[in-house]
């Protein structure tokens, strides 16, 4: 299942999320998106999480949760 997660810290870097996430289960990519020119976060990225149960548990369990000081906003596309 792909997550969509919004409302990163400029500072949240891929292995943090990765971090995150494997704590509900196998987490086989994940992408933090940041702008081509600037190379800035765009505070926005993607896990992709093979089981669908692991990935609603991930979704349940983190949404609204904090990351680096920021509330996770959370959608499976």
Same mark, same amino acid.
């Given at each position: 299942?792909? =997550? ?6 400029? @500072? @949240?870097?891929?292995?943090?999320? =990765? ?8 987490? %086989?990519?994940? @992408?933090? %998106? @940041?702008?081509? $020119?600037? &190379?800035? %976060?765009?505070? %926005? &990225?993607? $896990?992709?999480?093979?089981?669908? $149960?692991?990935?609603?548990?991930? =979704?349940?369990?983190?949404? &609204?949760?904090?990351?680096? &000081?920021?509330?996770?906003? =959370?959608?499976?596309?």
């Amino acid at each position: 299942m792909n =997550i969509y997660v919004r409302n990163l810290s400029p @500072t @949240t870097s891929r292995e943090e999320l =990765i971090d995150c996430f494997e704590e509900y289960g196998v987490v %086989s990519d994940v @992408t933090v %998106s @940041t702008y081509t $020119v600037e &190379g800035k %976060s765009r505070a %926005s &990225g993607f $896990v992709d999480m093979p089981s669908d $149960v692991q990935a609603q548990a991930a =979704i349940e369990g983190l949404r &609204g949760k904090e990351l680096a &000081g920021n509330l996770l906003r =959370i959608h499976c596309e």
